[in-house]
C-alpha cells in the first residue's frame, strides 16, 4: 500500500476522528476508503479495511475474534509487566516503548491504526458490558484476548491485581475486565506517533480505570492530565473544520476534572464549549402550577438557551431512547403546567448543545452545596432535557440525576425507585444496539451498572429495607455498605464472620480495614498498611480518625499526614487535618491543609475561611483578608464568616471592604453592633489614614455616613453609634464654619449624651461616668461652636435652653457622684463640663 498518497492518509485520519466521535456510517466516504484499502495487495491494508467494516458496523465482537497474527510477539511480553508510565523532558514514557518495533522492521501507520481499532473495540465492548448494555455472557471469549492473555497466566483475579493501583483494589464484580486490560495494554504501547487519537483514547481508558477504583489515584490524575495538556496542543483539535471534535473533548474534560474535584478547570471547559457553540444557559423564571389543586399560579425555575441558529447539527439524533416513566401522583403533576405556553415550548437543542447543557448541569451539583435551592437548580436542567430527547446517552443520565434528585421528595420516590429499576433493566438488555448507546457517551459520566445498583440499594435504606439492600451490595461484593447494613440490623458479629471468610479465602488491605471499621482495632488497619507495602491510603486515613473519635490529636495527625502522602486527592482528610493541627496549635500545618482543600476544591469557604484563621494565628493577616474573600465567593450568605472579613479588613487597613461587610452584616442579621471596628474606620477617615491601597481614607466619609445613617435607624439607643457618627460628620471638613455640619454633629451628640443617661446605672459605674461627662464635654464645645454660627436670636436661644438643660442635670448628678468616687473622680472633666456651660450661657 502507498502511504504516501495523501489522500489516502487524509481519509484515514477523518475515519480515525469520526470513529472518536462516534459518528462512523456507512456512507460513500467509508465505502471509498475501504475500496482504497482492498486495492492494496498488503496483508495488513486487507486486514484494516475488514477491521473498519466491522468497526463501522460495531461488531466489536467480531473484530477481537479476527486472528490478528502479528500480535503474537506481544504476547510474552503482557504476560510479565503490568502498564507503567513516567515523564520525560514534559513528555510521556511507557515501559512499553519500543516492544513492538523490536519485533518489526517497519510499523507504519496502518499497522498503528489496527492497534489502534483494537484497543478501542476491547474498551467499547468493556464498556457496553458494564456501562451502557448491551450486556455480554460472563463466558464469552475473544480471540485477540487470548493472544494477550493466556488463560494459564491471566486468570480474572489476576486481572483485577494487575489493574488495582496504589494500594487501592478494583471493583472486584466489573464484567469482563481483560477487556479493559487488554485495550489498556494496546495503548501503552509507544507504537503510536502517527494516531491523532491514541492519546484521546487512552485517556478514555485511563478514566475508566479510575472509575473502578473507590479512591482516587494521584499517578492516574497525573497521567490524565499530562495527555490531556498534550492533546489539546494538537492540530486537528484546533481545526475550525472540526469543531466537534473540540467540543465534545471539553466536554469530556470537564466531566474527569468533576471527578477529581477541579471545580474551576471544569467551568472553563463547559464555558469554552458554549462559546464554540455559539450557545448561552441560563436559569430564568416562569409562571406555572405544580399541582392539580393549585389555583395561584406561582414563578417557577425554568433553563433558557441562547444559540446561533446558523450552527447545523454534527451528531445524529438517536431514534430510541430510555422509558421516561411519569409521576402518577394524586396531587403533584406529572410537569409543570405553564400559564405561558411559550415558556414550555423551548428552542430546539441540537445533540452538541445537549450534551454541554448536561454538563452545565453536572457542574452545578458538584459546585453548590446540598440545599433546596440546588435540587431545584438541577431539576429544572434535567427538565429541559427530558423535554427533548436527542441522544440516548444524555436521556439515560438526565433520568439518573432525576432519580437522585426525587430520591428526597416523599411524593416522588417511588418514580425515583421504579426509574431506577427501569434504567437498570434497560442497561441489560439487547435493544437498542450499542450504535445507538454510545452517542456521546464519554460526555456524559455515564455511571456504571453497579453504581446504579448501589443508588438502588441506598434508596431501599432510606425506607426502612435494609435486608434487601444488603442483598444487592453482597451481590456487588460492596463490602464496606454491606458492613454498614449488618451493624444497622444488629448482626456485627455476622459481618466479622463474612469478612473474616473473605479475608481468609483472599486478603487484601481493603477488606482489612472493613473489619477494622466493624471491631475498631487498630491492629487491622495496620495489617492493611503493611500488606499493600505502605501504599494504602485508606488504612493510615483509618487510623487517623479512630484516634480524632478518642481526640488523642497528637496521634491522629501522623497517620493523616501519612495518608495524604501516599494520595494527595483527599480533600475531606486535608480538612481534617487542618481542623487537628489547628486544636494542637501547629498553624503551619493548618495552613498547609486548608491550602490543599481550596486546590481540589476550590468552592469550600468552610476551608478558606478556616486558612484565615490559620493565617491569622500566624499573623499573616493580608493572607488571611485574601483567603477569606475566596470564602465570600463561595458562600454569600454566611453571616460568620463576614464577620470575621470584617475584622480581619479592619486589621488590614481595607476599609471599603469594612464598610461592605458591615452592610452585609446588616442584610443577613438586621442587627449588628461592633464599636470597635466602627471606632478604627471613622478614626481612620477622621486622621485621612492610608488604607491598604496607600488611598487616603477621608475618600470613604460619604458611604461612612451612609453606614451609620442606617445603623442607627436600627439600633437608636446606643451612645457610642451616636457619638461616632457626630465625630464622623465632622471629619476632614473645617466644621467649625459650616452650620449644616454643626446642626447634624449637635444632633447626633445631643442623642448620644441621651443615651448615656438613659442608662440608670451610670452614675454608680465609673467607665460610664467618664464616658457620660466626656460625651457631655464634646456636646457643650460643639454647642458653642454651633451657636457662634446662629444669627437669628430665638434659634439661639432655643439651642442655648435645649443644651443647658441637658448639661446642668448632669453636671448635678456628677456633683453628688464625688462622694462616690473619692479616689478616681474626674475632677477636672467636671469643671470643664462648668467652664463650657458658663460659656455656652453667656453667648
Not at 441522544?391 to 420516590?413: D, G, H, I, P, Y
Request: glycine residues 2%; hydrophobic residues 40%; contains cysteine.
Amino acid at each position: 500500500m502507498d502511504l504516501n498518497n495523501s489522500q489516502l492518509k487524509d481519509e484515514l485520519k477523518k475515519f480515525e476522528i469520526n470513529l472518536t466521535l462516534g459518528i462512523l456510517t456507512e456512507d460513500n466516504f467509508t465505502e471509498a476508503l475501504i475500496k482504497l484499502l482492498l486495492s492494496s495487495k498488503d496483508e495488513h491494508s486487507l486486514l484494516l479495511s475488514e477491521l473498519i467494516k466491522k468497526i463501522i458496523n460495531h461488531n466489536y465482537k467480531d473484530v477481537l475474534n479476527m486472528n490478528i497474527n502479528f500480535l503474537k510477539p506481544l504476547v510474552t511480553f503482557c504476560a510479565e509487566k503490568t502498564p507503567e508510565f513516567s515523564f520525560e523532558n514534559g513528555e510521556i514514557k511507557s515501559n512499553y516503548s519500543n516492544v513492538i518495533h523490536s519485533s518489526m522492521n517497519d510499523f507504519n501507520y496502518v499497522k498503528q491504526l489496527i492497534l489502534l481499532l483494537l484497543a478501542v473495540a476491547a474498551l467499547q465492548e468493556f464498556v457496553g458490558a458494564n456501562l451502557c448494555g448491551p450486556s455480554i455472557p460472563e463466558e464469552a471469549s475473544f480471540a485477540v484476548l487470548s493472544d494477550l492473555l493466556p488463560v494459564e497466566v491471566y486468570t480474572n483475579d489476576r486481572v483485577l491485581d494487575v489493574l488495582s493501583r496504589n494500594g487501592e483494589t478494583i471493583m472486584t464484580k466489573i464484567s469482563h475486565p481483560k477487556l479493559l486490560y487488554s485495550s489498556l495494554l494496546l495503548l501503552s504501547a509507544d507504537t503510536f506517533s502517527q494516531c491523532l487519537t491514541h492519546k484521546w483514547w487512552l485517556i478514555r481508558c485511563l478514566m475508566v480505570q479510575q472509575r473502578i477504583i473507590q479512591e482516587t489515584i494521584p499517578d492516574l490524575h497525573l497521567l490524565i492530565s499530562v495527555l490531556i495538556k498534550q492533546l489539546r496542543e494538537m492540530e486537528f483539535l484546533n481545526d475550525k473544520a472540526e469543531s466537534l471534535a473540540l467540543i465534545m473533548f471539553l466536554t469530556e474534560c470537564a466531566h474527569i476534572h468533576l471527578h477529581y474535584h477541579e471545580v474551576n478547570s471544569a467551568e472553563m471547559c463547559i464555558n469554552e464549549a458554549g462559546n464554540k457553540l455559539d450557545l448561552q444557559i441560563e436559569l430564568s423564571g416562569a409562571v406555572g402550577k405544580r399541582t392539580r389543586f393549585q389555583t395561584k399560579p406561582v414563578a417557577q425555575l425554568v433553563v433558557k438557551t441562547t444559540k446561533n441558529d446558523s450552527v447545523t447539527n454534527q451528531l445524529a439524533n438517536s431514534d430510541k431512547f430510555p422509558k421516561d416513566l411519569a409521576l402518577e401522583d394524586d396531587t403533584v403533576l406529572n410537569k409543570i403546567e405553564y400559564v405561558n405556553i411559550e415558556d414550555n415550548n423551548t428552542d430546539e437543542t441540537l445533540p452538541e448543545e445537549q450534551i454541554v447543557v448536561l454538563a452545565h448541569c453536572c457542574l452545578m451539583q458538584k459546585k453548590m452545596a446540598a440545599t433546596d435551592l440546588k435540587q431545584e437548580e438541577i431539576m429544572s436542567y434535567v427538565n429541559f432535557l427530558l423535554s427533548q430527547p436527542r441522544l440516548w446517552s444524555v436521556q439515560f443520565k438526565a433520568l439518573t440525576l432525576r432519580c437522585q434528585v426525587e430520591k428526597a421528595a416523599t411524593r416522588k420516590f417511588e418514580r425515583s425507585l421504579t426509574q431506577l429499576e427501569e434504567l437498570i433493566n434497560t442497561a441489560t438488555k439487547d435493544e437498542p444496539p450499542f450504535s445507538v448507546r454510545q452517542t456521546g457517551l464519554y460526555c456524559t459520566s455515564f455511571p456504571f451498572k453497579y453504581n446504579l445498583e448501589k443508588l438502588l440499594a441506598e434508596l431501599l435504606i432510606s425506607i426502612g429495607s435494609v435486608k434487601s439492600a444488603l442483598d444487592i451490595f453482597e451481590r456487588l461484593h460492596l463490602w464496606e455498605d454491606a458492613v454498614v447494613c449488618y451493624k444497622q440490623l444488629g448482626m456485627t458479629v455476622k459481618a466479622v464472620e463474612v469478612l473474616e471468610r473473605l479475608i481468609a479465602k483472599k486478603e487484601s488491605p481493603v477488606l482489612w480495614c472493613y473489619l477494622g471499621d466493624v471491631t475498631d482495632d487498630p491492629e487491622n488497619y495496620k495489617k492493611a498498611w503493611e500488606l499493600s507495602g505502605q501504599k494504602n491510603s485508606r488504612s493510615q486515613r483509618a487510623l487517623g480518625y479512630y484516634y480524632l473519635k478518642r481526640k488523642d490529636y497528637e496521634k491522629c495527625i501522623p497517620h493523616f499526614i501519612l495518608s495524604t502522602d501516599v494520595n494527595h486527592l483527599q480533600p475531606t482528610v486535608w480538612f481534617t487535618l487542618g481542623y487537628v493541627a489547628t486544636e494542637v496549635g501547629d498553624y503551619e500545618l493548618a495552613a498547609r491543609s486548608y491550602r490543599q482543600v481550596v486546590l481540589l476544591d476550590n468552592d469550600n469557604f468552610e476551608a478558606w475561611n478556616n486558612l484565615s484563621n490559620a493565617y491569622i494565628k500566624l499573623k499573616q493577616k493580608e493572607r488571611a483578608w485574601r483567603s477569606l474573600q475566596e470564602a465570600l465567593k463561595c458562600n454569600y450568605e454566611e453571616w460568620k464568616v463576614w464577620e470575621n472579613f470584617l475584622i480581619v479588613s479592619v486589621d488590614v487597613g481595607a476599609f471599603e471592604d469594612v464598610i461592605r461587610s458591615y452592610h452585609r452584616l446588616l442584610d443577613l442579621k438586621n442587627k449588628h453592633i461592633d464599636a470597635e471596628v466602627l471606632k478604627i474606620l471613622v478614626n481612620a477617615i477622621d486622621k485621612n489614614l492610608p488604607d491598604i491601597h496607600d488611598s487616603p481614607s477621608s475618600r470613604l466619609k460619604d458611604k461612612s455616613l451612609q453606614l451609620f445613617g442606617r445603623l442607627t435607624s436600627i439600633v437608636t439607643n446606643k451612645a457610642e453609634l451616636w457619638e461616632l457618627y457626630s465625630i464622623l460628620q465632622c471629619s476632614g471638613t473645617d466644621f467649625k464654619n459650616s452650620k449644616d455640619v454643626l446642626d447634624k454633629a449637635v444632633t447626633f451628640q445631643h442623642k448620644a449624651i441621651r443615651s448615656c443617661i438613659q442608662n440608670s446605672e451610670w452614675e454608680e459605674e465609673i467607665n460610664a461616668f467618664n464616658l457620660t461627662l466626656n460625651s457631655a464635654l464634646r456636646f457643650a464645645d460643639l454647642c458653642i461652636a454651633y451657636v457662634e454660627l446662629l444669627e437669628e436670636a430665638s434659634l439661639k436661644q432655643q439651642q442655648k435652653s435645649v443644651a443647658k438643660y441637658s448639661l446642668q442635670n448632669i453636671i448635678t448628678k456628677a456633683d453628688r457622684a464625688s462622694s462616690r468616687f473619692p479616689e478616681n473622680f474626674p475632677e477636672e472633666t467636671v469643671l470643664s463640663l462648668k467652664t463650657s456651660l458658663q460659656t455656652l450661657i453667656g453667648l
